[in-house]
Structure formats: structure tokens, C-alpha cells
């Protein structure tokens, strides 16, 4: 089966009540906004693939990463309100990962090019943070604070020249390998 087959299997299923209760909101693909599905989310359930939602439309706010599983109580579970405004399905990625991360904006100061996890820039590389990237293979998870904790952000292929305008800075950063589906 083809990665691009694979990806068309993706599934996830809001509920507006605890407990896979309520109304539900089927998803496999992408949505910039659910608001018109459900009025709120308190569980869901990712039959297969992952995602990332969001807490505002059109992929914007605070991001969670959310693996096959079944979160019966998601919201009080990692701190969210009840306002599921979008999602987007994370295709698979066989293959290798690369990322270059830089101190500075712009691809600017030290650089360093990753192929795996990283818990901790500052051990590692002796980066006091990051505020650029270019993603050139794989799908990453950055985190604002070291030992992959704080707020998250999903990177895909692609540049990403300041951080500053989303009010945050990388301390560490993490593959989303195929073992998540």
C-alpha cells in the first residue's frame, strides 16, 4: 500500500460529551473549522493516523498531537477548553528525517542539521534556543520547553523563519514516526 493510500485511512471522531458520548463529527482529512459540526469537544477517538487540532479555525491557537488511541476525557486530561475549532491529518512519512534548526530568525547564528529526537537543544548543541528552521524531510513535533513538555507546534516539510511571530521559542523537538499509526 502506498503511503498516500495509507493516509486516506485516517479517522477521527469528536464528541461533544465526555465518554464518547453526544453528537459526534467524523473526520479524515483536514477542517479549518468544525464549529458548525459540534458546538463543543470533550472526547474523541483516532481509529487511525494522527492529527493535530487546534483551538482556534483555520489551524491557529494552541496544537495538541493526537496518536491512534481513545481520549475519553481529553480536555481536563491536557489542560483544554472545550472549543475544537480545527484538525489536520499528519501523513505518513517513510523514510529519513532531516531539519535544520538556527538560533536566530531568518536562518540566522548557529545551525545545526538533525536526523532524530532531540530532548534538549541547550545539552546538545549548546543553542541557547531555536527561532528558525527548515524542515527538509519528515513530519516533527517542536516543543517549547525541554523533555519534549510546554506548548507544541507541528512542523511539516517546509521553512519556517521566525518564531517570534507565534510568541514562542524551541527547546526541543521530536520525529512523528510511523510506529504512531
Do not use: T
Amino acid at each position: 500500500m502506498s503511503p498516500s493510500n495509507m493516509n486516506m485511512n485516517s479517522r477521527i471522531v469528536f464528541f461533544e460529551e465526555r465518554n464518547f458520548q453526544g453528537r459526534s463529527y467524523e473526520c479524515s482529512n483536514d477542517c479549518a473549522d468544525m464549529s458548525s459540526y459540534l458546538s463543543r469537544c470533550h472526547s474523541c477517538r483516532v481509529e487511525r493516523g494522527c492529527f493535530m487540532i487546534y483551538d482556534r479555525s483555520n489551524y491557529m491557537g494552541n496544537q495538541f498531537f493526537m496518536k491512534r488511541g481513545e481520549y475519553p476525557d481529553y480536555m481536563s486530561m491536557m489542560g483544554m477548553s472545550d472549543c475544537i475549532r480545527s484538525c489536520r491529518m499528519i501523513p505518513m512519512h517513510r523514510g529519513q528525517y532531516r531539519m535544520r534548526i538556527y538560533e536566530r530568525e531568518n536562518f540566522g547564528g548557529q545551525m545545526n542539521e538533525m536526523m532524530d529526537d532531540c530532548d534538549n537543544i541547550q545539552d546538545r548543541y549548546r543553542m541557547s534556543n531555536c527561532m528558525s528552521c527548515n524542515v527538509m524531510d519528515g513530519h516533527w513535533l517542536m516543543y517549547e520547553q525541554p523533555q519534549y513538555r510546554g506548548r507544541m507546534m507541528y512542523m511539516r516539510p517546509g521553512e519556517y523563519r521566525n518564531f517570534m511571530n507565534q510568541g514562542m521559542r524551541f527547546m526541543s523537538m521530536r520525529r512523528i514516526m510511523d510506529s504512531y499509526y
